[in-house]
């Protein structure tokens, strides 16, 4: 498994996983209970999206193209 996204929040992990699924990928959310453990502090670098080897370039274009749909 390959990490793909580091999130902000759980809320974030979430969005960009359904953004991942609904494209067809594999994908999963680690470390999005430790957020809880850590309070209002940011979760950067614990909660983190992944998926398999063989989709990493599409989860990230997946990720980018939502990314730049955000903006606008």
Known sequence: MK???DA???I???LVLHQLQ???LD???QGEHL???MGDLPALGNVRI???DTD???ARQVIADWNDAEVD
Request: charged share 20%.
């Open 50 to 52: 992944i998926v398999n």
């Open 8 to 10: 902000l929040s759980n």
């Open 3 to 5: 990490k793909v996204f």
């Open 27 to 29: 994908a999963r959310i």
């Open 22 to 24: 609904q494209a067809g």
């Open 56 to 58: 990493e370039v599409e």
């Open 35 to 37: 957020q809880g453990g």
């Open 12 to 14: 974030e992990a979430h």
